[in-house]
Nanobody, 123 residues
């Protein structure tokens, strides 16, 4: 089992920045690729970004590419999502997810999920 706990969400004005963190415990963190997803009210959960087990590969949704950066610190069992130039449409609950099978952009590829952290961007 892997336990994931997100933090760092909050209320920010458009154009501002936030950094989300996801702390993992349980199995060996470095064995897992880590992803970030988000879900806005009334919408389906959507992919945001993914990072490989060693940080060597990253992939972003088109909607956040160039504004968000995913990174990880395996020594701290933590993955981060730096969000810059935030827009009201970025408002959502943000979830981190983990899987050891080289997952991609589909939520069904991930076995482990956190409880989510709310990000609200005001206009």
């Amino acid at each position: 089992q892997v336990r994931l706990v997100e933090s760092g969400g909050g209320l920010v004005q458009a154009g501002g920045s936030l950094r989300l963190s996801c702390a993992a415990s349980g199995r060996t963190f470095r064995n897992f690729a880590m992803g970030w997803f988000r879900q806005a009210p009334g919408k389906e959960r959507e992919f945001v970004a993914v990072i490989s087990w060693n940080g060597g590969r990253t992939y972003y949704a088109d909607s956040v590419n160039g504004r968000f950066t995913i990174s990880r610190a395996n020594a701290r069992n933590t993955v981060y999502l730096q969000m810059n130039s935030l827009k009201p449409e970025d408002t959502a609950v943000y979830y981190c997810a983990a899987d050891d099978r080289d997952p991609g952009r589909y939520a069904g590829e991930y076995d482990y999920w956190g409880q989510g952290t709310q990000v609200t961007v005001s206009s």
